[in-house]
């Protein structure tokens, strides 16, 4: 993301529907992974997932290709620094977590930063990676947001089992909000984040909340989210 991008992403992350139950579904997965160590959140921008490791007793660090997203996560208290997720400036076997939320589809050479995650990551070492999915929901957001491409759930597990890899558990996210997205991006032009009021924030963070107990997992979302263990 640019830097009108990361600051707009700063301003709604605390509050807004979308970033609160993306650290809501973190946090639920990494107090299932036990004992705390050392973790690295790629592509963090202004830290709020890194924040979330550290709440949870993990020993984390920011990276962010964009000095303007470092910025912002050490002037929140959160240990950043600048790193290009293709080659990223990390010692190999380091990290019990690695964390990529909305990156790989920003990459033009995923498979090259899908290798990197793997590399750091210790034999044994959990990555939870997150990403848009279906090129049908293709639009003028994607473009605003510099996205490279939208994945399957076949592209993505090729993408990972390719860079050593092994999947979990793979579902999909934002499913009730689908139609609602996809009747949006037709008309998009531009970037989709943004202020909203109250009750409509409200409403939107409850309908996606209500995913956490419906078996919805396996029909087409939004996103596509995955735990993946390194060999």
Known sequence: ???????????????????????????????????????????AAAGGNTRVLVEHGWRALAVDYSEVAVDHARGRGVDAMWGDIRSLPLPSDEFDLVVAFDVLEHIDDDAAAAGEINRV?????????????????????????????????????????????????MWSWNVLLRPVARWRRRRSTGCDLEELSPLVNGLLGAIVRSERFLPVGRLPGVSLMVEARSH
């Not at 830097?3 to 979308?18: K, P, S």
């Not at 639920?28 to 973790?39: D, N, S």
């Open 121 to 169: 990551l210790r034999s044994g070492g959990t990555a939870l990676i997150a990403v848009p999915c279906d090129m049908r929901l293709w639009s003028a957001h994607d473009v605003a947001l510099g996205h490279e491409r939208r994945y399957t759930r076949d592209s993505l597990t090729t993408l990972l089992v390719d860079a050593g890899l092994t999947i979990e558990r």
């Open 1 to 43: 993301m640019d830097a009108v991008e990361i600051d707009r992403a700063m301003r709604l992350e605390d509050h807004n529907w979308w970033y609160r139950e993306r650290r809501a579904i973190l946090a639920r997965r990494v107090r299932r992974l036990g004992t705390p160590g050392c973790a690295v959140d790629l592509g």
